[in-house]
């Protein structure tokens, strides 16, 4: 029998937090085949089996949080072998009755603990104390609950000095500095189960196996005064720890600019005429990632890092642009590497299959590194503008407002026949620009914006960059 271990899946991954299992106890499985969905601090990952064969335990229960390298799931050999006797469940080991045989029946496992059941192999055994019981499905009075009582017996309820149990139960039982005969159990030996259940802390109390029905453990919890309080975990805590670390680490300075981006609209409007750009979406986004990409050029230092140990300004040698994506588990920044050396189709392609990824809460953890400058667009909520909080390493972020349609003076000014000022409705945003000061001073920020609104009002300028 093989154990999965919690994998690093992201460069530094300490912990996290299992979400959903695709697999349950007696199903066989294949080398690369999903078994479970985990949630990092960056993002939901789902775990290919590095195994094949049958599951014969799964180690964590749904909504749980475990540090990287604990055992999540047990896989023993193909369907039909025979489950190693410190897995199975105490029905397998209690004393035998009698000689009595009886026809085993068909291959199947009623689930007793996580990961744990009555298995009936394919060849013919002794009938076995308590097998009727054992063999009756357990009571759900919970949806997707299954709730079995557990007797305070301990190991040594029978008076033995030396608990009985086999030696990979002892073994499991010293390496947690459990001594057996405090280990509550239904019968004379201990089973690995037992020491499982009382490493847990569910010694007489009852045992409840949560399926992938069963409610989060993430749920918000509301008191009698009606307050809810909501579990801070994966994706939110990630984000939190970040925002407050960046708030307070680099001295934030935002700059604004409202413009005129009838030009860009108009634009939108052929690049979806164009066959070119059938395949794929196009926005005003698209054409803002693409101004940022060109302005990046003229002012690098908004493509850089601060390195504190080394006391060192790193300019980036490509714009790994990330996108602020808003989904169900929290705010998520996937980047797509190498976007200044895009074609616009390119670049539309791969922003769409940033968002639709993020959307899907499937943007994995190496989608989120690296990234070297940030998009976010809270227009897509009716907001003009905002103050953005830089990405931790990054040192700068646009933020992108609404585009409405507002009032707007256009034409040549001047007094006399010379000049033709008139208010026209135009399609209006704001942008805001947030710099780490210590990488960029005012100069080279306010020149980054200006370069971008220009773009803006008027995209043939991108020939001139």
Same mark, same amino acid.
């Not at 209690?94 to 007793?112: F, I, S, T």
């Not at 500095?177 to 802390?201: N, Q």
């Not at 998520?332 to 050396?341: E, H």
């Given at each position: 029998?093989?154990?999965?271990?919690?994998?690093?899946?992201?460069?530094?991954?300490?912990?996290?937090?299992?979400?959903?299992?695709?697999?349950?106890?007696?199903?066989?499985?294949?080398?690369?085949?999903?078994?479970?969905?985990?949630?990092?601090?960056?993002?939901?990952?789902?775990?290919?089996?590095?195994?094949?064969?049958?599951?014969?335990?799964?180690?964590?229960?749904?909504?749980?949080?475990?540090?990287?390298?604990?055992?999540?799931?047990?896989?023993?050999?193909?369907?039909?072998?025979?489950?190693?006797?410190?897995?199975?469940?105490?029905?397998?080991?209690?004393?035998?009755?009698?000689?009595?045989?009886?026809?085993?029946?068909?291959?199947?496992?009623?689930?007793?603990?996580?990961?744990?059941?009555?298995?009936?192999?394919?060849?013919?055994?002794?009938?076995?104390?308590?097998?009727?019981?054992?063999?009756?499905?357990?009571?759900?009075?919970?949806?997707?609950?299954?709730?079995?009582?557990?007797?305070?017996?301990?190991?040594?309820?029978?008076?033995?000095?030396?608990?009985?149990?086999?030696?990979?139960?002892?073994?499991?039982?010293?390496?947690?500095?459990?001594?057996?005969?405090?280990?509550?159990?239904?019968?004379?030996?201990?089973?690995?189960?037992?020491?499982?259940?009382?490493?847990?802390?569910?010694?007489?109390?009852?045992?409840?196996?949560?399926?992938?029905?069963?409610?989060?453990?993430?749920?918000?919890?509301?008191?009698?005064?009606?307050?809810?309080?909501?579990?801070?975990?994966?994706?939110?805590?990630?984000?939190?720890?970040?925002?407050?670390?960046?708030?307070?680490?680099?001295?934030?300075?935002?700059?604004?600019?409202?413009?005129?981006?009838?030009?860009?609209?108009?634009?939108?409007?052929?690049?979806?005429?164009?066959?070119?750009?059938?395949?794929? #979406?196009? &926005?005003?986004? %698209?054409? +803002? @990632?693409? =101004?940022?990409?060109?302005? $990046?050029?003229?002012?690098?230092?908004?493509? !850089?890092?601060?390195?504190?140990?080394?006391?060192?300004?790193?300019? #980036?040698? &490509?714009?790994? %642009?990330? +996108? @602020?994506? =808003?989904?169900?588990?929290? $705010?998520?920044?996937?980047?797509?590497?190498? !976007?200044?050396?895009?074609?616009?189709?390119?670049?539309?392609?791969?922003?769409?299959?940033?968002?639709?990824?993020?959307?899907?809460?499937?943007?994995?953890?190496?989608?989120?590194?690296?990234?070297?400058?940030?998009?976010?667009?809270?227009?897509?909520?009716?907001?003009?503008?905002?103050?953005?909080?830089?990405?931790?390493?990054?040192?700068?972020?646009?933020?992108?407002?609404?585009?409405?349609?507002?009032?707007?003076?256009?034409?040549?000014?001047?007094?006399?026949?010379?000049?033709?000022?008139?208010?026209?409705?135009?399609?209006?945003?704001?942008?805001?620009?947030?710099?780490?000061?210590?990488?960029?001073?005012?100069?080279?920020?306010?020149?980054?914006?200006?370069?971008?609104?220009?773009?803006?009002?008027?995209?043939?300028?991108?020939?001139?960059?």
């Amino acid at each position: 029998m093989s154990e999965f271990r919690l994998p690093d899946v992201g460069e530094g991954l300490t912990e996290a937090e299992v979400l959903t299992w695709h697999v349950a106890v007696g199903d066989v499985v294949e080398v690369n085949q999903v078994i479970v969905d985990i949630e990092t601090a960056k993002s939901v990952v789902e775990l290919p089996s590095p195994f094949a064969g049958e599951v014969t335990a799964l180690l964590v229960r749904e909504g749980t949080t475990v540090p990287v390298g604990t055992p999540i799931i047990a896989i023993g050999g193909p369907t039909g072998a025979v489950v190693p006797d410190d897995a199975r469940d105490l029905t397998d080991e209690r004393p035998v009755e009698d000689d009595a045989e009886e026809p085993a029946a068909q291959d199947k496992r009623e689930p007793v603990l996580v990961g744990y059941g009555v298995r009936t192999a394919s060849t013919r055994r002794r009938r076995r104390k308590g097998d009727e019981q054992a063999s009756a499905p357990l009571a759900a009075p919970n949806a997707g609950v299954a709730t079995v009582e557990r007797p305070a017996r301990s190991g040594s309820a029978t008076g033995d000095v030396r608990a009985l149990a086999k030696p990979p139960v002892r073994k499991l039982a010293k390496d947690h500095g459990v001594d057996l005969t405090t280990v509550p159990c239904d019968g004379p030996v201990v089973t690995r189960a037992d020491v499982e259940a009382f490493i847990a802390g569910r010694r007489s109390e009852p045992v409840t196996v949560p399926t992938s029905t069963s409610p989060a453990a993430r749920a918000p919890v509301r008191s009698a005064e009606g307050d809810t309080r909501i579990p801070v975990k994966g994706v939110r805590k990630a984000t939190a720890q970040a925002m407050v670390s960046s708030a307070f680490t680099a001295p934030h300075v935002t700059e604004w600019v409202t413009l005129d981006v009838t030009a860009t609209m108009e634009l939108v409007e052929r690049l979806k005429a164009d066959r070119r750009f059938r395949e794929v #979406k196009v &926005s005003p986004t %698209l054409v +803002v @990632a693409k =101004a940022v990409c060109l302005a $990046l050029a003229r002012t690098p230092e908004l493509n !850089a890092s601060w390195d504190e140990e080394a006391q060192e300004i790193v300019l #980036k040698g &490509s714009v790994n %642009l990330g +996108v @602020a994506a =808003a989904t169900d588990r929290g $705010l998520v920044v996937p980047n797509i590497p190498g !976007a200044d050396r895009m074609s616009l189709v390119e670049l539309a392609q791969a922003l769409g299959d940033l968002t639709a990824t993020a959307r899907a809460g499937r943007t994995q953890p190496a989608q989120m590194s690296g990234g070297t400058f940030t998009i976010t667009n809270v227009g897509v909520f009716g907001v003009d503008a905002g103050t953005p909080i830089l990405n931790p390493g990054e040192t700068g972020i646009l933020c992108v407002g609404q585009i409405d349609r507002r009032p707007w003076v256009v034409g040549t000014p001047g007094g006399g026949a010379g000049g033709d000022e008139r208010i026209e409705p135009r399609w209006v945003t704001t942008l805001a620009v947030s710099f780490d000061h210590r990488v960029v001073d005012g100069q080279q920020g306010s020149q980054f914006l200006a370069d971008v609104a220009a773009l803006l009002r008027d995209p043939a300028l991108a020939l001139t960059f």
